[in-house]
């Protein structure tokens, strides 16, 4: 008698800041998630701390942020992915954590601990002497990740045209916007580990 495998778990780690950038982030991670079978989101506030502190006081202190914290985050993620329509309802199941420490490092380390498969991170987009100055969690995880990172932003397309030209350009034409599109599907076999050339 045969045991079957178990079914691949897919865990999606994304981090929540109480932020429209986080917000974004935490929306698309929810939607990736449901459209994966056997997927699990892992939801993560990081609170930025020093992680060689010594301060007993505020060693203490960070207990009860961690206590309010975890509270905070469930309510804030059953607010944010609240279905729009009123007859809507789903289940998705969630790990909710809170870490210490500076938040792309905790993040990663996050994703590593649950083994995770995808990182999903919002961006403020910051430029100039901001960004200079601040950096972006974004920027630093993508640099130290060890496995896909995905940067959400609110889908908008409001001030964009779409290509008035999608195709290949024409002779005389010039081109700008030519492209070629074609819709097909294609069957993906596994690789053959045989070698060329080899008997």
Do not use: W
């Not at 994703?111 to 950096?135: P, Y």
């Amino acid at each position: 008698m045969s045991e079957e495998t178990p079914a691949k778990v897919h865990r999606v780690v994304t981090a929540v800041d109480m932020t429209e950038t986080g917000d974004n982030a935490l929306r698309e991670a929810m939607s990736i998630s449901r459209q994966v079978e056997s997927s699990e989101l892992h939801v993560v506030y990081v609170i930025d701390t020093d992680p060689n502190m010594h301060d007993a006081a505020r060693i203490a202190r960070l207990a009860e942020e961690i206590e309010e914290a975890s509270v905070k985050v469930k309510e804030h993620v059953l607010r944010i992915c609240a279905p729009e329509d009123e007859d809507e309802s789903y289940e998705q199941e969630l790990v909710l954590h809170v870490r210490l420490g500076r938040p792309a490092a905790a993040i990663h380390q996050l994703c590593v601990d649950v083994d995770a498969d995808l990182a999903v991170v919002g961006t403020h987009q910051r430029k100039g002497i901001d960004k200079l100055l601040l950096g972006s969690v974004a920027e630093k995880l993508i640099a130290m990740a060890r496995l896909p990172v995905l940067v959400a932003h609110p889908k908008n397309y409001a001030t964009l045209e779409t290509s008035s030209r999608p195709e290949a350009a024409r002779e005389g034409q010039d081109l700008d916007g030519a492209g070629s599109s074609s819709r097909e599907v294609l069957h993906f076999r596994p690789r053959s580990s045989h070698i060329s050339g080899l008997a």
